[in-house]
């Protein structure tokens, strides 16, 4: 499993960002950052939701507290799940009737 420290650096290399420019992003020291990555220091909860912010994923990836994590690693379902969220209750239970009826389909269609 990987640590925070590591899914921070693919994360942040993913973006195509140097320590220093995170760094200057999150208002701190690019031995913060390089610290971080090491696992030799942890951040404090703001710090870490605006790492999240920042790297387009969620805290609880980086926290490793979701079993499918990539999925969360990916801002494009980031984005439809905070759109799907934004919407009335009702619509969003059309939505992924919607959604559950597609994959369902899809799995019969692998047997």
């Known amino acids: 499993m990987e640590t925070f420290g590591k899914k921070l650096a693919i994360l942040r290399k993913e973006k195509k960002l140097s320590q220093t420019d995170l760094a200057k992003q999150l208002n701190t020291s690019v031995s913060v950052i390089s610290r971080y990555e090491r696992d030799e220091m942890t951040p404090s909860i ?19 507290e979701n079993e499918n994590a990539d999925m969360f ?19 969003q239970e059309h939505i992924l009737f919607a959604i559950d009826s597609m994959i369902k389909a899809t799995k019969l269609e692998r047997l």
């Open 46 to 64: 703001d710090a870490a939701k605006k790492l999240a912010t920042l790297l387009d994923t969620t805290v609880g990836y980086l926290l490793g």
């Open 73 to 91: 690693k990916n801002p494009d379902m980031l984005r439809r799940f905070k759109d799907i969220l934004s919407f009335p209750e009702d619509k």
